[in-house]
């Protein structure tokens, strides 16, 4: 199935600045795709730091399992990423080839296996060899450089139709450090779930326990407010290395530390961007969806109501309709089981209010919207009308591509 | 847009007997749909008794708030039901309609306001006039006789390819009684949610808090079971009439007796027959999805895992595709959040095992399962392997027509 580049992809990509004690390369092994490279090999320096967010599932992946591991220690030297095939339910076997390429990295990169990263995506239940990646980590290893970024973000891409990079700085102890960002997510050829891998790089000194406080504060705003489908992935996974080149900042005790605030926000800003782009990729996805929840019971509560509007297939398809059906986001609201007073509801779709006080706003004309539901991106607002929690969360609709995409791909 | 009848519909419906105490009779007012019938008046003899069970939604309709007061009393001598417009929504306008029919009805028949209960189906969001519905309330009660079943099936109808009825007899207290039901829900033309609306009557003689016991029991296992795109509606009505005529049954004292057994089997086939129906005609349905969960922690796990894989549009795709994905239902269990233990998972597809012990079955050959997947009855198995709970739900494949119903119903 050819994939042409989603009408909701970025206009321009970022120019990736180096981040120094990180080291990049991409092969092509054929693991799944032909003439695409799909393994990646990141390396980085001695001392460097790691935190990580990991799938919720039940039903996890050997590669997840074993950055499980890997982030009790909290130190790395090197990730490696292959794209075609998951490793998740495959038993026995998918724990042999995590241990296997970890045995062969630490040979070549004389660390310790747990510092070894991996993550894997594609297809679920296919036994993964590990013969071609064990294979190819020698040249890999050698052809290591600074500046590969655009190759590593397209070697960890699935069905995705554009590479995801971002990239953003900070004062950091009186320094200017970098945060790189690279990630794949919610295309799909060979038929699996739309897996989310995101791998960040700074060159921040940052201890892993608080690269952790800060990475976790970071990605519930923005990795854990999108969603295409609902459906979460067996191999999700999130890392955020820290080389440390930039030089270490003194008495940093907790992640509360005020001269940290910077190095968050930058961090906060680079996930959003690059869960966005997760977003714009959406299987099928010709518009993106924004939903703004106000006046919930609490900030949990507005997440939960913003992601059942963001799921709702009723809404998902009305927006892929361009209708403004807003009856359908009430709808979404009252299941959400999370407290709401109907006749406090007030919601607004590209700023125009349509519904107020339990019933369609006497003055809204769906004229005043149609140009609104027409353009690209999408602006729905909700006052539930109990309280002060709120939330932002991201989707895209749901169209005849997503079908054709997931139903059709043996054809 | 034209629906042609869902290719999953039933090949031949009842016969529906008449029950003694029940009058139907239906008119075309033209509220939405113009040359077919949308109001349904069922009358009910004096001693009826009344149970329900009605959405969970927090924005729930004018008649589903109407009918909840009734239901305090659990007296019934009316049913009023109208499609084409749900009332939901609609603000003060909406209780004073509810008000204004049951007015009205309680004039012509000389009973109580709590004893017209009402059900309304269609558009979110718009005031619902009671004039047509209270205007054509005289000549309906005029019309009302024992015979009307088909008729009334089709009035509640707004997008359903086909009217939904099921009728059972049961013994108890040394007579045959009947139960007769109608249900409507899952298709839509103009825009909304597929509201499911279920009416059932019955000749036995049962106090209202009896009545109730059972009905919720058998709710359950049914409707409560049965799922087409995961989006509860505002107006989710099944209400259980008991006209008594039948005659009483002596020193019945709760709904443990024993001489209630036949009924409430009864009760359940009919119900589960219902939901059936229901679920065959779900938007778009080109195939039937049961999917049975053993060996989960409780039946309420077994129940939201079944429910996870039949809301997973990646699973749904998948069997519209006729694929037998085993992947993504392993990762539905992974997502429901229920406890499972991926080395014990076991999974079947038509019958066929196709994934144990953590990784696919090193027998299981997909080209066996392709003529099950053909079929229009897909029957999924899988057992969590931590406990004893099981559950067995319903849902229908996602297809293309899905969108078109719901994506460009304007056009």
């Given amino acids: 199935m050819a994939h042409e580049i989603s009408p909701l992809a970025p206009t321009q990509f970022p120019d990736m600045p180096e981040i120094v004690g990180v080291a990049l390369s991409a092969a092509a092994t054929g693991i799944r795709y032909k003439n695409r490279v799909d393994v990646l090999l990141a390396t980085m320096a001695k001392g460097t730091t790691v935190a990580g967010c990991l799938t919720n599932s039940k039903s996890r992946s050997a590669p997840v399992d074993w950055c499980a591991d890997g982030l009790k220690q909290g130190k790395a030297r090197a990730l490696v990423v292959n794209a075609g095939n998951a490793n998740a339910f495959t038993g026995k076997a998918g724990v042999a080839t995590v241990k296997a390429v970890a045995k062969a990295a630490t040979t070549l990169l004389g660390c310790a296996q747990a510092e070894v990263f991996q993550a894997s995506t594609g297809v679920i239940g296919e036994p993964l060899n590990p013969g071609p990646i064990v294979n190819a980590l020698p040249e890999l290893a050698k052809s290591a450089n600074a500046s590969s970024w ?75 407010c999108i969603t295409v489908d609902g459906d979460t992935s067996t191999s999700d996974t999130v890392l955020l290395f820290a080389t440390g080149a930039a030089g270490a900042v003194k008495d940093l005790k907790s992640a509360a530390d005020a001269r940290l605030k910077p190095f968050a926000k930058a961090l906060d800003s680079l996930c959003l961007d690059l869960a966005l782009q997760v977003a714009r990729d959406g299987e099928g996805a010709e518009k993106l969806i924004e939903i703004k929840i106000t006046g919930a019971e609490s900030d949990k509560a507005a997440h939960k109501i913003g992601m059942t509007i963001a799921n709702s297939p009723l809404v998902k398809t009305a927006i892929a309709g361009e209708d403004a059906n807003w009856g359908r986001i009430v709808m979404a609201i009252g299941k959400s089981g999370e ?73």
Wanted: proline content about 3%.
């Fill in 150 to 224: 655009n190759m590593a973000a397209n070697a960890i891409m699935t069905t995705d139709t554009f590479a995801k990079m971002a990239t953003v700085k900070a004062k950091l102890g009186g320094k200017t450090i970098t945060i790189n960002g690279i990630a794949k997510g919610s295309g799909m050829i060979a038929p699996d779930m739309a897996t989310m891998l995101v791998f960040i790089f700074t060159d921040a000194a940052l201890p892993s326990k608080i690269l952790q406080a800060l990475l976790t504060k970071s990605v519930n705003p923005s990795f854990n």
């Fill in 339 to 411: 407290k709401a007073i109907r006749d406090k509801l007030k919601i607004k779709i590209g700023g125009i209010v349509v519904a107020a006080k339990g019933m369609k706003d006497p003055a809204y004309k769906e004229a005043d919207i149609m140009p609104h539901m027409k353009g690209r991106e999408i602006k729905i607002e909700a006052d539930i009308g109990v309280g002060k929690g709120k939330a932002c969360v991201w989707t895209c609709d749901l169209t005849h591509r997503y079908i054709d995409i997931n139903g059709s791909y043996r054809s």
